[in-house]
Nanobody, 127 residues
């Protein structure tokens, strides 16, 4: 049984930083594409960042590029999302997801490419 458990969310002031963690069980993160998505109140869930199963490619939404960094620790079987220079518009529930092994930007940015999802962690950025 695959489980993804996010942690690290919270309340932070604009300009601050948070690091989200996604601990995986039942699936090895280094063998599958991993992604982060978010959903703000009243909006659809959107792509944030992804890392390919090989670790050789990372992808970011334009809105977070240069501020967020996705990484993984193969020993801890955990994926991270380091979020710097946070803005109020980053406020959302952040979800970790695990997908297949296909490559390509379009594939890793698309929600239907992921078959397992975490329960989400709330990030609130105050102005």
């Amino acid at each position: 049984q695959v489980q993804l458990v996010e942690s690290g969310g919270g309340l932070v002031q604009a300009g601050g930083s948070l690091r989200l963690s996604c601990a995986a069980s039942g699936r090895t993160v280094s063998r599958y594409n991993m992604g982060w998505f978010r959903q703000a109140p009243g909006k659809e869930r959107e792509f944030v960042a992804a890392i390919s199963w090989s670790g050789g490619s990372t992808y970011y939404a334009d809105s977070v590029k240069g501020r967020f960094t996705i990484s993984r620790d193969n020993v801890k079987n955990t994926v991270y999302l380091q979020m710097n220079s946070l803005k109020p518009e980053d406020t959302a529930v952040y979800y970790c997801a695990s997908g297949g092994r296909y490559s390509g930007s379009y594939y890793l940015r698309t929600q239907v490419s992921y078959d397992y999802w975490g329960q989400g962690t709330q990030v609130t950025v105050s102005s």
